[in-house]
């Protein structure tokens, strides 16, 4: 599955930002799909994950209850809300899709998008 992330861009600190992720050329309701970020100088961690159906989350704990993930499977997209941002969200986010189930570590994906870049200024 080919996979195009947008959305990011430069907001300040405590607002809002939605990013989009869309996938083409596999079923996509195949996939849970998740989203991970890479700030500079850091790996690349963990931000979120939804199953094939939408039905189960997870989260990191720094972004959980500021962040959520969700997707439209008749429109092959998954997206990331992400409201009162801080400095520290600053990263450039990736999507990617798993065929193998609902998981936090990058390993189990397949598939990963370009990434967008978010920048969080004060």
């Known amino acids: 599955v080919q996979l195009q992330a947008s959305g990011g861009g430069l907001v300040q600190a405590g607002g809002s930002l939605r990013l989009s992720c869309s996938a083409s050329g596999r079923t996509f309701s195949s996939y849970s799909m998740g989203w991970f970020r890479q700030a500079p100088g850091k790996e690349r961690e963990f931000v979120a994950a939804?199953?094939?159906?939408?039905?189960?989350?997870t989260y990191a704990d720094s972004v959980k209850g500021r962040f959520t993930i969700s997707r439209d499977n008749a429109k092959d997209t998954v997206y990331l809300q992400m409201n009162s941002l801080k400095l520290e969200d600053t990263a450039v986010y990736y999507c990617?899709?798993?065929?193998?189930?609902?998981?936090?570590?990058?390993?189990?994906?397949?598939?990963w998008g370009q990434g967008t870049q978010v920048t969080v200024s004060s």
């Open positions: 939804i199953s094939r159906n939408g039905g189960t989350t």
């Open positions: 990617a899709a798993s065929s193998r189930g609902l998981y936090v570590s990058d390993r189990y994906y397949d598939s």
